[in-house]
């Protein structure tokens, strides 16, 4: 899947989350969910749950941890994609 394609989707499933229309509407590969789309850490959960939910994956603790940013979640999500 295209990389610009999966962060428009990326995006949609933020918003909710996000109380920051600017950081959400300047969304990039580098944006941090928590310092740049200010998203705490519950939401954060939420979030995974949502991808998992979309793109029928399962994503293990170690990945959670790592998916700070929207490149890591962008990664994460064609690995397991791909492991499908």
Do not use: G, H
């Not at 310092?35 to 170690?62: F, G, P, Q």
């Amino acid at each position: 899947m295209e990389n610009q394609t999966m962060i428009s989707e990326l995006k949609s499933i933020i918003q909710p989350y996000c109380n920051d229309a600017t950081a959400l509407e300047n969304l990039t590969p580098a944006s941090n969910f928590i310092t740049d789309l200010k998203i705490n850490s519950a939401n954060l959960v939420d979030i995974i749950l949502d991808i998992e939910e979309k793109y029928e994956i399962a994503i293990d603790t170690v990945s959670m941890e790592k998916m700070l940013d929207v490149q890591s979640a962008l990664t994460i999500i064609q690995t397991k994609l791909a492991e499908k």
